[in-house]
């Protein structure tokens, strides 16, 4: 709360909520019907074009291009947060999985951490090379200070950030983000954002109806501790 009319009363330069207003997860009505949770900072959404039942995203409220440039206020709410997808992962799909595209290959501007519940990955990160072993946020910002643009792949085990180039990416797509995501899918084929949006309908409904109960039980649980 105090965040956010701080954040209304910020003198942004003309520029800055240019951005602002062209952007979706800033506009806070065209994700509402899908919004799980919303914390001080953050916002739990639903993915409108799910790649599997599950696929949710992390959105701070505020505008930042990318993870690596949000503020470390928010680290310990974004643990958290994670703690708790991860909860909920496991007790009804599996272990989670989570995936940023840093501004490289970004559909929204914005940053927004995808988790999908496709884990334990069966692909080795350790052998995969040209990433970098992450272990805090604060990894996060320092390499785009100092490097920019990123990706970024996190399963139980580790956590790992890749330079942004195009062979890399596609191969992280291709050997590990994929598989994964079929393994849990009903569809073996690629499907165009348009088409997942359409057979998400379903997708969509059930993740949030799920969340309601296992909410619902992790409150009971905590009055009856
Ligand atoms: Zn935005
Ligand atoms: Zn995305």
């Not at 709360?1 to 003309?14: E, F, G």
């Not at 996060?140 to 490097?147: E, G, K, L, M, P």
Request: with cysteine.
């Amino acid at each position: 709360m105090q965040r956010q009319s701080s954040a209304s009363s910020d003198t942004h330069s003309t520029s800055m909520l240019d951005i602002k207003r062209d952007c979706t997860f800033c506009q806070i009505d065209r994700i509402a019907p899908l919004i799980m949770k919303e914390t001080q900072n953050l916002r739990l959404v639903a993915d409108h074009a799910p790649l599997v039942e599950g696929h949710i995203l992390i959105i701070p409220k505020q505008h930042y291009t990318c993870y690596g440039d949000v503020s470390s206020s928010l680290d310990d709410e974004l643990f958290e947060l994670k703690q708790e997808v991860r909860r909920f992962f496991e007790l009804y799909y599996a272990e989670p999985v989570y995936w940023e595209h840093g501004i490289f290959h970004q559909t929204v501007f914005h940053a927004h951490l995808h988790c999908f519940p496709i884990g334990p990955l069966t692909y080795d990160l350790e052998h995969h090379g040209h990433g970098q072993r992450i272990h805090s946020q604060e990894d996060i910002r320092s390499w785009h200070q100092q490097n920019g643009h990123y990706f970024y792949l996190e399963d139980t085990h580790y956590g790992y950030l890749f330079p942004p180039k195009p062979e890399t990416y596609s191969s992280i797509i291709k050997n590990v983000l994929g598989p994964a995501v079929t393994a849990h899918s009903s569809y073996k084929q690629w499907r165009l954002p348009q088409e997942r949006q359409i057979d998400g309908k379903p997708l969509i409904a059930s993740v949030i109806t799920r969340w309601k109960e296992f909410e619902h039980d992790e409150q009971a649980d905590a009055r009856s501790s």
